[in-house]
T-cell receptor, first 113, second 114 residues
């Protein structure tokens, strides 16, 4: 079975400071890993993905994430947070060969001006 | 990326009635997915809809409650039947990228059952 854990409920960060949103996963085989962002009253927007290759992946709006196989983690990072980054962030995993996408519970990010 | 249009964007419905949600994609796709996001919760997959075959439902979801149509490769509908307040959620339609990796989502249908 595949699953995702996002241990924190809310992440508060001051504008301009580094932002990290944590994600760990569990799969039987090799994973596809994703981050999505959801703004109020909107659907989910794709941020970035890890499929294969370089463990550090870069995505939209200056976000990046690092795949760490030994720690089964895929933490989302941004060097300098903006107030407009305040939103709900979801980590998701899909085991190769499996059509189902498993989501974490989501993290509310609040960037304080 | 795919452009996905969902209608309606929101609705308030009386308990016991049914609502049909439409999902239109700007390109042909093999699989379409329907998710539910209950208030303050994550996304849960309801079913996978393939054109020309019956939808595949996840555990806890049944066809009588959530009938799905998939008449062609760009369109699907999800009906929420005999609604109760517990059905109040955001319902999202999703498709895969052309390389079958990331998922794209519609803007969702916010349903409130009173």
């Amino acid at each position: 079975a595949q699953s995702v854990a996002q241990p924190e409920d809310q992440v508060n960060v001051a504008e301009g400071n580094p932002l990290t949103v944590k994600c760990t996963y569990s799969v039987s085989g090799n994973p596809y890993l994703f981050w999505y962002v959801q703004y109020p009253n909107r659907g989910l927007q794709f941020l970035l993905k890890y499929i294969t290759g370089d463990n550090l992946v870069k995505g939209s709006y200056g976000f990046e994430a690092e795949f760490n196989k030994s720690q089964t983690s895929f933490h989302l990072k941004k060097p300098s947070a903006l107030v407009s980054d305040s939103a709900l962030y979801f980590c998701a995993v899909r085991e190769r060969g499996n059509n189902r996408l498993a989501f974490g519970k989501g993290n509310q990010v609040v960037v304080i001006p | 990326s795919a452009v996905i249009s969902q209608k309606p964007s929101r609705d308030i419905c009386q308990r016991g009635t049914s609502l049909t949600i439409q999902c239109q994609v700007d390109s042909q796709v093999t699989m379409m997915f329907w998710y539910r996001q209950q208030p303050g919760q994550s996304l849960t997959l309801i079913a996978t809809a393939n054109q020309g075959s019956e939808a595949t439902y996840e555990s806890g979801f049944v066809i009588d409650k959530f009938p799905i149509s998939r008449p062609n490769l760009t369109f699907s509908t999800l009906t929420v039947s005999n609604m109760s307040p517990e059905d109040s959620s955001i319902y999202l339609c999703s498709v895969r990228s052309s390389d079958n990796t990331e998922a794209f989502f519609g803007q969702g249908t916010r349903l409130t059952v009173v």
